[in-house]
């Protein structure tokens, strides 16, 4: 398969702290890619570099065959390559058709307007097929502050997919979430993405969740990629059991007991 993201030693330093060092990977069209790691492993501090929101110290990233260091999360968007957040980035007084409304007039018109009305008939269609395509029906005219944390994400990725982008980065999409909610949360924007054709990227802490929809992890930790393979290969991994999983202390524990 082609390669859509490339980085070449990719590096980030906040004065003497080391966040990101020398993170070189490849990424082929149509992956779905789990990020693992401790907090403060860099798993952040690489997807905020990709996605124009935190310049590197060093290092170059190309996307779609074209470097992409330096531009700003809107050109990035523009180009194809989207994200979601840990924390949703909603209008949360505002209704889950008005939040949609704003997101497609937002990717129709680069500088957005006071004067051109949101709302409109081409976008309300386009909103509610968004609505039933994220089984988000049922909160159209509910203010974002009444959904529960599952449905908030799903509306969160759902704008960040309206731009119709090429390859999507989510940063721990089950954060906050409960467990009723995020198996359904992760098939609903699997089956989108699987419709789309589009590559993932996304951050994770729960392994569950992981390894059942990614076939390929990296896994961080101080900054560096220790693991870089299928789920099984670095799930198995010694250094990536000592430093993020805990199954390997947790074994040896087991056998010395």
Not at 114 to 138: D, H, K, N, V
Not at 216 to 244: C, K, S, Y
Request: charged letters at 20%.
């Amino acid at each position: 398969m082609a390669e859509i993201l490339k980085t070449e030693g990719l590096c980030r330093y906040f004065g003497a702290v080391t966040a990101a060092e020398n993170i070189s990977v490849s990424i082929a069209a149509g992956e779905v890619v789990g990020v693992i790691g401790a907090n403060g492993a860099g798993k952040t501090t690489f997807i905020n570099m990709v996605t124009g929101y935190l310049p590197p110290s060093a290092g170059n990233i190309w996307f779609n065959g074209e470097t992409i260091r330096g531009l700003g999360p809107r050109k990035l968007t523009r180009q194809g390559l989207a994200r979601s957040f840990q924390i949703p980035q909603l209008f949360l007084e505002l209704t889950v058709m008005e939040n949609l409304l704003i997101a497609l007039n937002a990717a129709e018109n680069p500088a957005l307007s006071l004067i051109q009305p949101f709302r409109t008939s081409g976008r309300e269609s386009q909103a509610e097929r968004i609505l039933e395509q994220m089984g988000l029906g049922r909160y159209r005219d509910e203010n974002v502050t009444a959904m529960p944390q599952g449905a908030r994400k799903l509306l969160d990725i759902a704008m960040a997919m309206i731009g119709k982008p090429r390859m999507l980065l989510l940063d721990e999409p089950t954060s906050g979430v409960s467990v009723d909610e995020k198996y359904p949360l992760m098939d609903t924007v699997m089956d989108v993405v699987q419709q789309q054709n589009l590559t993932v990227l996304f951050v994770e802490h729960d392994m569950e969740i992981v390894r059942r929809y990614v076939s390929r992890i990296l896994a961080f930790a101080h900054g560096e990629i220790i693991g870089d393979g299928t789920p099984d290969e670095v799930m198995n991994d010694e250094r990536v059991q000592e430093q993020i999983t805990g199954r390997h202390q947790g074994a040896a524990a087991a056998g010395g007991a």
